[in-house]
């Protein structure tokens, strides 16, 4: 690989810095106080940033556990788009200025750090081809950079997937990677040849970016295994693979697994305990890409996005997702590139051709249809943990990798031919214009907050409590924007995979609010019980944002809910979007039973299914005796039995309703609900006291 001038580097890292400030405008004009995107995911990214803060610094705890969502008892955070790298490092940033201002610097170091590694390894794939030093070696490597970092994949999840643009080290990987798998007789590094220390020192800085890029996303991590799956083949098939090349395959993936076990293995125990965390059926197929998305421009388009997105409207998953176009001046630099050096591009045609197939998911999709046609990909689904990976549309960034090198030899081959420096800087120009013209989105789309004023004198109210936001029928990310002002712990919140674990669907009242219907663990009196709950889940504001459910059932439950439970008592707080109750002590506690996270999903009626067993918690305000009820749903004739924590019967049925009086000695008793037979049904439990 030829070596670089020492001041071409910090050129190079200008020139994908401007373009980067040019291509994302207006973000330049408020990066201390907007983020790019479309006000959703980037906010739950936002926060991420500032949860890392809070639990370093002011809680002196794991940040892969917040006792600030889903209070009181909090929520794991192991599957949760953390990206603890940009958290740690760019914390400096959130200190010395704001949360946006680190949310940028994330921003403009993620594309401007990408481009420059991917020139990087434009420089080193050409020099393997053969292109000599000069014009077309340069001009071709920084063309690699452009069409890697500014690809119509990298905008689109630039809108606020910061763990998915934040794919700077994929590059620098793949350069170390083949670095230390190349031959002895092709290094160039003479001094590292004599000492025996080239493939080993290519080796750790490989495992060195593919831990930082793991920290990023553990899914850049399953992408860049399969990367070197393809690089072995290609080798094996070339004859080139010898035992030293699985020597630094070894060091390489056993430093990794070394050094980012303590967050691996609470991940794999957490997945092998519960199953939560993988994609429901039919989603992995729905964020799969479709064929025709390779060849249909993005919505993001400053000329023709509007048409694009017309063209797109059939294709599944959010703009977001299925935005997988290649680019018409990459793929005809591209298919130049292979006709000049086909014998040499192998690998790259080889992987663009892979993780083009394997981005179109397990079956494959044209123009909407779901022809059931199965792609290599079902095969992988197979393997442990692949299936957790649900958005495999994001196999593109790797076939924009690839690309971006096949692109860069054709434009090389194009620079050869010229004799005249300054038709070939001309054409360089031109052609790396035209490809940045194919991928813009300008302008921008831009979030600045929509923080209501309210939240900031919350955020100078010391009490303690926690805060319940309406609509939460579903986790609104902006919730999240907004406890970064006010600090307080929430009932709920956006978080990456929900969690069945957690409190406010399995409670009565709050999981009216959380499913907007009653379960199965009813109260006959919201507003009798609602105090008891509210205590029990230390809630002490509820806030109902109007611009957050708009007319239609969902704020006539909500709304009608409320007034159940506070009737005419006034608000501490309302405005034309926001009204805001606080809670108050309840007069007299009343006993609940709050339902396992191992029942079937809440159906109509209301009904959950029993597979097996299920728990149910009882909660009581005093010892005492207390009625049990449980009701099947009519006609269910599933016998079925209800134990203690000992395995002793209290109760058996042969699946009517029955009823059965427990003595309570303290304020909690866990109990479990055995079914006898398949197809236990139960409408209804209830709890009350014999006093």
Known sequence: MPRIRSCRPFAILGAYLLLTLALTWPL???????????????????????????????????????????????????????????????????????????????????????GFGSYLLGLYALHRVGVKPGAGLQAGAFLSGVIFTFSPFHFAHLLGHMQVFSLTFIPFFVLYLLRSLEDEATRTDVRAQRKGIGAWRNALMAALFLILAALCDWYFALYLGFFTLVVLAWMAFRRRLRARHFLSLTVIFGLTLLVTAPLLAPMVVESLRYDFMKPPPGQIVALSGDVAGFFIPSGQHSLWGAWAA????????????????????????????????????????????TFAIFALGPVLHVYGHVTGIPLPYALALKLPFVNIARTVARYDLLVMLSLGVLASAGLAALLERMKTRGIATGLAAGLILLALLDFAPLPYPISPPDTPAFYQSLAADARGGGVMNLPMNWDRPGYLLYQTVHGKPLTAGYISR???????????????????????????????????????????????????????????????????IFGDAPPVYEDDRLTVYETTPPYQRLPFVEIGWDFGPLQSGPSRAVDETATITLHAPQSGDYTVTIVPVAGNAAPWRLEDAAGVALMTSDGDARSVTIPLQALTKTLTLRALGPGLTIHHITIKSKM
């Open 310 to 353: 017309r063209l797109r409207a059939p294709l599944s998953a959010s703009p977001s997702e299925n935005t997988i176009y290649l680019g018409v001046a990459a793929l005809i630099l591209a298919g130049i590139g292979v006709w000049r050096w086909r014998s040499r591009l192998g690998l790259w045609l080889l992987a663009l051709v």
């Open 498 to 564: 929900t969690d069945p674990r957690t409190l406010p669907g399995r409670v009565p009242v709050i999981n009216r609010f959380r499913q907007l219907a009653a379960d199965i663990n009813r109260v006959d009196d919201p507003a009798a019980w609602a105090p008891t709950l509210f205590e029990f889940m230390d809630i002490r504001w509820i806030i109902l944002d109007r611009y957050k459910m708009p007319p239609g059932p969902t704020r006539e439950y909500n709304e009608a809910l409320i007034h159940d």
């Open 28 to 114: 330049a004009r408020v990066l201390g106080s907007a983020i790019p995107g479309d006000s959703f995911d980037g906010w739950q990214n936002f926060w991420n940033l500032w949860w890392v803060k809070v639990a370093l610094l002011d809680q002196h705890t794991s940040p892969y556990f917040t006792n600030l969502l889903y209070h009181p008892t909090g929520v794991s955070l192991w599957f949760q788009t953390l990206n603890i790298f940009n958290g740690i490092t760019f914390l400096p940033v959130q200190l010395a200025g704001n949360l946006f201002w680190a949310y940028n610097a994330v921003v403009l170091f993620s594309f401007t750090l990408a």
